[in-house]
């Protein structure tokens, strides 16, 4: 049996104005969580469409579970589950009759009832689809997405709008889902999600892939173990404090510095001298252990929520 649930090679999709996936080459293990990150616009969502065969790409080999979408998409569609950024459910349909019809269409699965108290919808379970909070909609339908007990689940941000209490319950059933061999490829805007939830990330800028790799290897490669950030007035320039010791690059942040240290009680205190010796007026200071989050920016020079 083929041990890649999910490969690509050289895959494209370009259309008039932009390349949004330019020869990106991935491989997923079986049962493995797999995270998608990039800003928007990067290309991650018209890479997921095309793996989950919604879009068709220009060129490049697709293969899910050893198969492709031409020959054996029926087959497919019956060992996948997939949530979208935004799903559109019929409205009209309470949540249990919405789990027994998507149940419906799969040959096994779970007891709709049973995911009903996964997902925390029991309450809701006689209540109209059109009722529903967003956060209620997005865990229906990540509901709707594992009911056929799919080998693959596709999660295209899928805590984006929820609570912190429901962030934390939607983890555990993806903890579930992979305790039974269930292999996650997942998209996320939340940094410590796919720290907490991912064996492995790759990292998407303008339909390239930039970097890959486990959480701690991804974080490794900044080559710094803590993060310095601050604005001043006025805002220096990166040649007043690029050369100081245990700096290993910065980055504009916002209105200010995203400065990558070995030592905070090393550097902090010479780059507090650089400010006054530049006659500049401390806005704000701050600083962490370094995170996905720095290594991104560090990479891309771009938030992960820019527009």
């Keep these: 049996m083929d041990s890649l649930a999910i490969s690509c090679r050289n895959l494209r999709k370009h259309y008039p104005d932009v390349k949004a996936v330019d020869g ?7 049962g493995e969580c797999f995270g998608l990150l990039g800003p928007n616009g990067a290309g991650k969502t018209t890479t997921i469409e095309i793996l989950e065969g919604l879009t068709k790409p220009d060129g490049g080999v697709v293969e899910i579970l050893g198969l492709n979408w ?8 019956e060992r996948i589950g997939i949530s979208l950024q935004e799903t559109q459910l019929s409205e009209k349909l309470t949540v249990a009759e919405t789990l027994r019809l998507f149940r419906s269409f799969y040959p096994s699965g779970p007891a709709p009832e049973q995911l009903l108290v996964d997902l925390s919808l ?4 006689d ?6 909070s967003g956060g209620q909609k ?15 689940l596709f999660l295209d941000e ?19 889902f992979r305790a039974k061999g269930g292999t996650v490829l997942l998209t996320t805007h939340y940094m410590d999600e796919a720290e907490r939830l991912c064996d492995r990330i790759a990292i998407v800028d303008h339909g390239h892939l930039i970097a890959l790799g486990t959480p701690r290897d991804l974080i490794a490669k ?38 990558r240290v070995d030592s905070l009680a090393d550097t902090l205190p010479e780059l507090l001298a650089t400010i006054e010796r530049h006659h500049a007026k401390l806005l704000t200071l701050s600083t962490h252990a370094a995170t996905l989050e720095d290594l991104f920016v560090s990479l891309t020079g771009r938030e992960l929520r820019d527009a």
Excluded: M, Y
């Design 158 to 176: 899928p805590t984006t709008g929820l609570d912190p209490q429901s962030r934390l319950q939607l983890w555990e059933v993806v903890a579930r």
């Design 222 to 259: 900044l080559e710094a173990a803590n993060v310095i950030e601050f604005t001043s007035e006025p805002l220096l320039d990166a040649s007043a404090f690029g050369s100081l010791k245990g700096i290993h690059g910065s980055t504009r942040r916002g209105e200010g510095w995203s400065i």
């Design 70 to 77: 031409r020959d054996n998409e029926r087959e497919l569609r």
């Design 24 to 30: 990106l080459d991935l491989s997923v293990a079986r």
């Design 127 to 132: 209540s109209r689809v059109g009722k529903l």
């Design 138 to 152: 997005q865990r229906l339908a990540v509901a709707c997405a594992i009911i056929g007990d799919p080998d693959i």
């Design 122 to 125: 029991e309450e809701k379970r």
